[in-house]
DNA sequence: CCAACGCCTGAAAGCGCTTCCCGAATCGTA
DNA sequence: TACGATTCGGGAAGCGCTTTCAGGCGTTGG
């Protein structure tokens, strides 16, 4: 990046026949309003030129800038994908820029990459995926985005309590709840229950919530049938495996996020075991896979292209709410071919 | 971002008892070898007051920023968050930001979006999604690139033949010819083709590959057979249902993607056609799901974490490369539990 | 022993934009 | 018509950093 000739704001105004100052004020648009035939000059002018003003200068000059730092576990996942992908349109649709970082979890990264986003004075920071339970992990990250919020920067998070700002927190509980309610409905009376990490506010909650639905009936997990694994595919699928080699099966299971649920679908399908007539199989998030799977998988359905967008929109509000909101994002049962009627024990 | 106190460049400079000059040349670290005594006390000054430079003031000064543009088609399609995930890591680990846009392959949205990237003066731009085979359609993209690339900026491009800079190119032709040849192998003699959009470049060049991996054989393709659909999962199970509607199958699928050989899996499925017992299926890409998918997909793998990740490093050679050089990446075929011995046509 | 030569350092001039401040112009009203 | 109240435009001072330009000092060679 060393040549290259630019258009300057100066070539503008000189273009219109005004100031500096005058052109300046133009292009800002906002509330400012001169001599309208001031106004189309520049405008006129600028548009001929090509003029792009240069970020960089603006925002030393102003102390803000373009752009909106988003941080989210990882990309390839589809579920933080999806949230990406719904706040990216919203940005590029309002002409701001997005830089993005995956963090993995790692709180000591997130905490390095938050302190270099509020030297770059971006406008705004949004965080994506849960917590871990031991909220002293996130400390050193916790104290940067506090720094940056009070520095007067917009924060928001996603699934994630205890951050200044706005925070778009899914139902996980109730959610997970109203599946087990379902659940019961159709009959089943023993669950087994597919973890991934406890360490997780997020699944700690689902795990919760779905107990607390199954409560309500009587019913218990049996501890014999609460396996726990990575939160993935393969996670999922050794789960059940190992379900499998107990030689005791629930006539449901209940696994904390899609990618697991699949997983879990693909292990019973090797084994032989026919979903749903022997065993229901039930995820969280619906994930695009969710729907295309053999058999298409029973979720609660999370609405993460929106929760995305709604995050930037509330990332770009003109002026940081005085109060932090906390919008609570219900998740919908959605029982597809995956789960079906208990099958009765005798039959077996 | 109103508030807030930042350290300057200054402060360091006055901590350590130096010349604002002197402070710059040591933390920029390159080749500038001060006193050594001085280094060490702007080292120790920088870390003892947690100095982070405003990258804006150093972009304006010095015409260069510490960012990467990356431009790809969509984030929630796996294919494009491999490259992203790998291209996003290696930014990061070298202190790089990455900031992204989706332009779903729209040619005006991108020679908007890096217009802004050149105001911007990132580093780099990298440019994933094949093209348009009309490569009118993207000129004034192309113009952007090359005003952007003729300042000195680098320009990788994935699967994106003809634009200035450094290339990765797919190697779509052969990964798919090697894919017929294998197929062939197995018996297979009739073959249809999901061919998605024959608009793009890699499609196109996928289709042809395959056909003349079997036109090595004698093999052709009954017109019949080709059908084409969106480029998704949805696409791929339309036109598989098209061709069962037909009452003729071939003994072989071969869709142009992952995601529409998933479809195509998921339609069979359903039709109750063993697969890969009556028929066999094949994609391209290898992305995750194609693993997980039960039966698992046999497919073309590409590295695609790695491409973009490869991406990443030839954006940030500290010189621009005097020539642009095209990699070649080559695929390689996965037989998996989706493809077998064609059935004979006798037994059916 | 002195001149010529390097290598460092610090002062200062921008990079391109925003915004404060003040004089000029405009408007309203008596 | 004239005067104060407003509004608007232009000059100029930065924003925090890089980099040029001299000058200072320590070396080396004659």
């Given at each position: 990046m060393t040549g290259g000739s630019y258009v300057r704001l100066e070539d503008v105004a000189r273009h219109a026949g005004v100031s500096l100052a005058t052109a300046s004020r133009v292009l800002q648009g906002s509330s400012h309003r001169g001599r309208p035939e001031y106004r189309a000059k520049v405008m006129a002018s600028a548009a001929e030129l090509g003029y792009i003003p240069n970020p960089h200068a603006r925002a030393l000059a102003a102390?803000?800038?373009?752009t909106i730092g988003l941080v989210i576990?990882?990309?390839?996942d589809p579920y933080f994908a999806l949230i990406a992908g719904g706040a990216i349109d919203v940005a590029t649709a309002r002409g701001q820029f997005v830089t993005m970082a995956c963090t993995y979890r790692d709180p000591e990264l997130e905490a390095r990459y938050i302190a270099n986003l509020r030297a770059q004075r971006v406008r705004a920071i949004i965080l994506a995926g849960s917590a871990f339970v031991d909220a002293a992990t996130s400390k050193a990250m916790t104290t940067e985005l506090e720094s940056y919020y009070n520095a007067g920067g917009s924060v928001v998070s996603i699934t994630?309590?205890?951050?200044p700002g706005d925070c778009l927190v899914v139902g996980n509980r109730s959610g997970a709840a109203d599946l087990a309610r379902r659940l019961v409905d159709l009959g089943h009376t023993s669950f087994a229950l597919l973890a991934g990490?406890?360490?997780l506010v997020t699944i700690r909650d689902r795990v919760a919530g779905f107990k607390k639905g199954l409560a309500e009936s009587g019913i218990e997990v049996?501890?014999?049938?609460?396996v726990s694994g990575t939160f993935d595919h393969d996670g999922g699928l050794r789960a059940t495996q190992q379900l499998l080699a107990s030689g005791r099966l629930p006539t449901c299971i209940f696994a904390s996020n899609d990618v697991m649920a699949l997983g879990a679908l693909t292990a019973l399908r090797r084994a032989g075991v026919?979903?749903?007539?022997e065993v229901s199989v039930a995820g969280f998030?619906?994930?695009?896979m969710a729907r295309d799977f053999v058999p298409t998988l029973s979720t609660v359905h999370l609405p993460l292209e929106e929760m995305g967008a709604h995050a930037m929109e509330l990332a770009l509000r003109?002026?940081?709410?005085?109060s932090p909101r906390k919008v609570t994002i219900n998740g919908e049962v959605v029982l597809r071919e995956s789960t079906g009627p208990a099958a009765s024990r005798r039959r077996r």
């Open positions: 102390n803000t800038s373009d576990h990882d990309v390839r994630r309590h205890r951050l990490t406890t360490r049996d501890p014999a049938f609460e026919d979903v749903p007539g998030g619906d994930v695009v003109d002026e940081r709410g005085s």
